[in-house]
């Protein structure tokens, strides 16, 4: 009975908890890397047993699991679309997926203060970071050749114009050649982003002084390393428009209160500007980052994809990565010189395609809610407050400059984080109201973790006043 009732204390601890998110983003965030080493039925028992580990550590209730209003739209408008999907098998392993990842992401978000998230996700990330560069690693000074997947993903199912199987490598061994390379995730551009996203929030740790300035150093220097030999446009451009975001931010915590309203509204509409003309000019632009203005044969692809969405209003059904054995999904990509594309290359038409209108209606409002109410507390930041707000102002304009180019936003680790953000933010139907807490300490549950702090704090005397008496 006492071991049973010492196991249950330990698996509830800060530190459990603490592990189990960690681990959690590494696995959603790293999802393609763990397919290609395991396969889809062992990555699935990893999934299942991680999802069971959260339950059990957290113990949420009922009320901890009730969604935030949209993203419980969009996920019950995923779960309906199994009614007039086209590919109803996929569409409801599909659904339970979402759902797994939608109930993971609220549940690790809600049981930790916001700034514990925050520490925890940089780990997550920073995992999965150094994965990837270790993996490189392997590859150029063990392997000393190209490396393809160990067992076969989605990509698998995929074929060329004849008809042959196809199957990207893991790793095309360019490291030393000074890339592009694909990381542990088999990808350059999500591992670039995985470089982006790491980047923001040891940024935004560095500034608050909440890791040390060696370890978010180094952070930062990988991920300067990585992104450098990933080659990735999207993030290049990202990098821009975040870094503009960030100076703005800082001009504004130096200015009064009537001052920082224009000054944002200002920011948001050159960026709105900005935004146009890069499209107008992409040719120019893209020549000047070394890509194609068709944002390497994506433009082809959104084409299709509009063409199906604009069938069927409703949506074709919620099935995430594409079984391009099946129609539509079968018929889009096909006059491609490589591997057939298992996504749409593009969150919100994707998000179109799947679940008509409404579902890019409801993505595009979580989105803009989630940012507008973020951006809020940093125009009322002043010297001295907490970065908190900035930085997940900036993980969700990543988010979105990320699918832009690539649907995973609306799967495994972006879902998941897009939800997290969405939970640990500010009520985004309050954008009038601002909560003074959450300005200047970036949390609503100061007062509790203040109280969680001088438990620590007792549990550590009393251990220390024990060991002197024996």
Known sequence: ????????????????????????????ISGQGFRYLLGL?????????????????????????????????????????????????????????????????IITARGASNIDFMLRLYRGLQVSLFLGILFELIV?????????????????????????????NWSDNL????????????????????????????????????????DGWITLGAAAAVHAVT???????????????????????RLRPRAKRVLSFTIIACSAIGAVLTLKYRDEIFALLDRGSDFTHRTEIWYEVINFAMQRPDGWGYVGYWPIWQFPYSEIGTGLDYVRPTHGHNAFLDAWLQLGLIGVVLLVGIVVLLFGSAWRLVERADRGDTHLPLGWALLTVALVMQALTESRLLVEGGWFLLVALYCIGPPVFTLTIVDPELVHYGTRMRKADEARMARRMGAAEERQGRAARD
């Open 41 to 105: 039925p062992l990555y699935g028992v990893l999934c299942a047993v991680t999802i069971a580990a959260v339950f059990l550590i957290f113990r949420p209730t009922l009320r901890t699991l009730r969604p935030p209003l949209l993203i419980g739209a969009f996920v019950g408008l995923a779960a309906l679309s199994i009614v007039w999907s086209a590919t109803r098998g996929v569409t409801t392993i599909a659904v339970v997926a979402l759902v797994a990842t939608t109930a993971i992401a």
């Open 1 to 28: 009975m006492t071991t049973g009732s010492s196991v249950s204390r330990a698996l509830t601890t800060e530190g459990a908890r603490s592990a189990v998110t960690i681990w959690t983003v590494v696995l959603l």
């Open 231 to 253: 080659m990735s446009a999207t993030v290049t451009a990202s990098v821009l428009v975040l870094g503009a975001l960030t100076v703005g931010a800082y001009v504004l915590r």
């Open 175 to 214: 490291l030393l050649e000074g890339g592009p390379v694909q990381g542990f995730v088999g990808n350059r551009n999500p591992f670039g982003g995985i470089a982006l996203l790491v980047a923001v929030v040891a940024c935004v740790l560095l500034l608050d002084r909440r890791i040390r300035r060696l």
């Open 140 to 168: 150029a000074f063990v392997i000393r050749s190209a490396v393809a997947p160990l067992v076969s993903d989605l990509e698998s199912l995929a074929s060329s114009r004849g008809g042959d199987p196809v199957q990207s």
